[in-house]
């Protein structure tokens, strides 16, 4: 018998050191063909959230903008670029463990308690106690392997609505539960979703400013930019470049003063070039800065269709503000456009008269010919002044000479006015308020699903000789025991604040690791 109880321990014992060994995945996941499970997973996450989200968001541009405000799907556009994310944790663990406990008595002849008197009351009678002695023993071994496979996915729900239009009529098909359990089966994600926006769709939650406790109070609309102060314009009269004929030739004196003339011409022409092309660029700044608040425009106009049906009476009344100043901004930077247009503009009129080419101006609001039209002064001015200098027409040369210094006043006034707009047109830019977006009815939302299957056994045998008690005494003398979870979190946020969505998984974490 004893030799029997022996082999017995230890068979418990090499059947519980397989615990030792990490478990086979199919353990983890409940099923022979992981792989297939876990995309079955995936799949029935997205069909539960496509068939949730379906009937209360719409992406379209053009169809939202006809929907109603009091459409539910109006009442959730704040919810179309949200993203979810979602991380599944599949787990198994596998404990085993061994509790011999025995004991082992020697018998002695019972003895007389005479200190304790009569056994009967009247009467003599002493009465025996039996003796003997007991030794008891017990020993534990125990293992435990876990083996836990986590999946992390993110997704939008954009990404969810263009999925299930290209599934089509496919989509029912997809995804048919056919009575399946645990995370393949019915998770309730759509009546989870129905119940948590309810309190938006209901009024009783309101996308606004909800600033966290000692935040800083928003600024208050920037004052009002002055106007830069005009500056003259001038004007060059048009001369005639034909060299005179029949001169005398020119004296050394004369051929001096020439070549300074030609100098100088050739100076005054590369600062009218300079002088157009600042003025081009400035015009350049201008136009960029009115696009920049054009796009302020088109992204408050965005953010206010998403959030008005829901937003606070307080919020509306700030997109409207805000609108407003945007509208008068574009409006002072496109009157600072067109005059910037029509300076550089005449510029070039001014320029080409010089010239004599006759071209008329034409208001180019994506792109400008100033270099192009400057270097044909350079060429056309180098030319006359060689043919004067050929001629020996110094006459020609001096009012080439006149009209060039005219011509380069006049490119610098128009390049400082150019200059003075574009500033302006920054500042305005500067001013004008920024397009941001209220804080959504939700800051997250956040939703667990947790499925757990224990499956065990143990062997507790105990027996009871002359002088042996065992191997049993203490409760069961062999256990093993395999527990397998399927945990899915799931988290729905802004895309701008991943962090939240992390926050709400690990809060979920916690939780579940208090029960």
């Known amino acids: 018998m004893r030799c029997s109880c022996i082999a017995l321990v230890i068979s418990f014992a090499l059947f519980a050191s397989g615990c030792t060994v990490v478990p086979a995945l199919d353990q983890a996941t409940g099923s022979s063909d992981s792989d297939i499970f876990v995309g079955d997973v995936v799949n029935r996450i997205k069909c539960e959230l496509v068939y949730a989200f379906g ?10 903008l006809e929907l109603p405000p009091d459409d539910v799907r109006r009442k959730l556009l704040w919810l179309s670029d949200w993203t979810i994310k979602a991380d599944l944790t599949l787990e198994a663990n596998e404990q085993g463990g061994i509790a011999p406990s025995g004991s082992y008595t020697v018998t002695q002849r019972s003895a007389v308690n005479a200190a304790a008197g009569p056994t009967s009351v009247p009467g003599t009678t002493l009465g025996t106690v039996a003796q003997f002695f ?7 071994a125990g293992a435990q392997a876990v083996r836990a496979e986590v999946i992390s996915i993110s997704f939008s ?11 089509g009529n496919s989509l029912p098909d997809r995804c048919a539960i056919e009575q399946q359990m645990g995370l393949v089966g019915h998770l309730g994600l759509r009546e989870w979703i129905d119940a948590t926006l309810y309190p938006v769709i209901n009024g009783d939650l309101h996308a606004g400013q909800h600033p966290a406790p000692g935040a ?11 106007k830069p102060s005009p500056l003259p314009t001038g004007s060059n009269d048009a001369v005639s470049l034909s060299p005179q004929t029949n001169l005398p030739p020119l004296s050394p004196d004369q051929l001096i003063v020439t070549n300074k003339m030609l100098a100088s011409i050739q100076s005054d022409v590369n600062d009218t070039s300079d002088a157009e092309k600042l003025a081009a660029s ?3 700044a201008t136009m960029s800065s009115l696009a920049a608040v054009e796009k302020a425009l088109a992204q408050l106009n965005e953010t206010k269709n998403r959030f008005q049906s829901v937003a606070t009476k307080e919020t509306n009344q700030q997109f409207s503000a805000t609108r407003d100043a945007l509208l008068n901004s574009i409006s002072s930077l496109r009157d600072v456009r067109d005059k910037a247009l029509k300076d550089l503009c005449g510029a070039k009129a001014t320029f080409e008269e010089f010239t004599k080419n006759g071209k008329k101006c034409v208001l180019h609001q994506d792109e400008e010919e100033g270099a192009e039209t400057a270097l044909t002064i350079i060429n056309a001015t180098q030319a006359a002044a060689d043919s004067a200098k050929q001629k020996n027409d110094l006459t020609a040369l001096t009012k080439l000479f006149d009209q060039a210094e005219g011509v380069k006043r006049s490119a610098i006034q128009f390049s400082k006015r150019a200059e003075g707009e574009a500033d302006y047109a920054q500042k305005l830019a500067a001013a004008a308020p920024t397009a941001s977006s209220p804080n959504p009815p939700f800051d997250s939302i956040g939703h667990t699903v947790e499925f757990v299957v224990a499956y065990g056994g143990g062997i507790s045998p105990s027996w009871t000789l ?3 008690k065992g191997p049993g005494l203490g409760g069961t003398l062999a256990s093993v025991t395999v527990n397998r979870t399927h945990l899915l979190q799931l988290a729905l946020g802004e895309p701008s604040q991943p962090s939240e969505q992390s926050r709400i998984i690990n809060n979920q974490a916690i939780l579940l690791g208090r029960q």
């Open 134 to 140: 007991t030794l008891s023993a017990n020993a534990n």
């Open 55 to 64: 009937d209360k968001l719409v992406f379209d541009r053009k169809r939202q």
């Open 282 to 284: 400035s015009l350049a």
């Open 157 to 167: 729900l954009k990404e969810l609505s263009e999925w299930s239009r290209s599934l």
């Open 216 to 226: 800083v109070a928003k600024p208050s609309l920037p004052a009002t930019i002055a």
């Open 466 to 468: 002359l002088q042996w």
